[in-house]
């Protein structure tokens, strides 16, 4: 199938059959048990549409189809869509994919029951593909997350990120006023993962990467400031420590501010929105390069009516 084209082999079994265990697999594919259209292979080919896999597997390593996103409401807030792409607005406390406490109710599965019930996805006609997430924030950040409705989609805007090919803003609120009004911060980031936090520190480190973040304030008002903000890396928590890190963290972020400066504030979470995200493309994207130069914008950010109102 078209949804199956350009993977390896092996991860392509590990997907269609999920109980085989990968040893089990490796064994199968040196004694000829797994074949590719005919021929003995060793899982590293790359699947072309049109391929014919022979699986002599043991009928104990098949089970009858679970479809856990079932179990996750359809309701899914969208901020574009076509028949290749999904973006959705996440809304703060969703968390993007199943975590270590094993929630059922994430993004993704909203996503995939939203298009089971439109029609669009069907796992009984998939091989291995489901519909995945290119792009993932934080349980208590909103905004804008990419899905792929197809594989080819998903290798085209996996790419693109990799090679930043795609602008994302944000907003945020901080508390008091960045000065200068507009810069370009550099710092290098440390992650302790221990505690899941970040440290970013004035001068190069061992082991620091660097951050840069280009922010603008856009009003001030009461001691906060709306701040619009450009990632120019990519780094874990970039936008809630490079902000402390220069005195004006996050109205709701406990992590990164203190608990006296959120006291009185009213928020429980993060005031932090991926809320626009444009197609730079500069290279060929194939099936999606029709969305070259396309900008998608939340208009509704939660706390930006708010801090306007107070």
């Known amino acids: 199938m078209e949804n199956d084209s350009g993977q390896r082999l092996d991860k392509f079994i590990a997907k269609a059959v999920p109980s085989l265990p990968r040893s089990q697999l490796y064994k199968y594919l040196r004694i000829k048990r797994i074949k590719r259209n005919g021929k003995r292979c060793d899982g590293a080919e790359k699947l072309v549409t049109g391929d014919v896999l022979e699986l002599y597997l043991n009928d104990s390593w098949f089970s009858e189809p679970e479809y856990p996103f079932l179990a996750a409401p359809s309701a899914v807030q969208i ?35 939203y298009l089971y019930e439109k029609g669009e996805y069907d796992p ?70 221990a505690t899941n936090t970040v440290r970013i520190h004035p001068k190069p480190v061992e082991g620091a990467k660097t951050a840069l973040t280009r922010y603008t304030v856009l009003e ?17 928590h970039q936008i809630r420590a490079h902000m402390a890190s220069i005195g004006h963290p996050l109205v709701g972020d406990t992590k990164y501010g203190t608990n006296r400066q959120n006291k009185d504030t009213g928020y429980r979470y993060q005031a932090l929105y991926s809320y626009q995200l444009r197609f730079a493309f500069s290279t060929d994207a194939g099936r999606l390069q029709y969305l070259k130069g396309k900008t998608v914008q939340v208009e509704d950010v939660p706390f930006v009516a708010r801090f306007r109102n107070e």
């Not at 406390?93 to 599965?109: K, P, R, W, Y």
């Not at 934080?138 to 990419?146: L, P």
């Not at 901080?174 to 810069?183: F, L, M």
């Open 220 to 236: 001030s008002r009461g001691g906060q400031s709306l701040v619009e903000v450009e990632l120019l890396t990519g780094r874990t």
């Open 79 to 113: 901020a574009y869509e076509d028949e290749n792409i999904l973006l959705a607005d996440k809304q703060p406390g969703l968390v993007v994919h199943e975590d270590d406490a094993g929630e059922q109710d994430t993004l993704i599965h909203r996503i995939q029951h």
């Open 124 to 193: 009984a006609l998939e091989n291995s593909f489901a519909p995945a997430l290119c792009n993932r924030i934080d349980r208590n950040t909103g905004g804008i997350v990419m899905a792929a409705k197809n594989f080819e989609s998903l290798q085209i805007l996996s790419e693109k990120i990799k090679q930043r090919e795609i602008d994302k803003r944000y907003l945020c609120l901080v508390h008091g006023t960045p000065s200068p009004p507009s810069a370009t911060l550099k710092g290098w980031h440390v992650k302790d993962a």
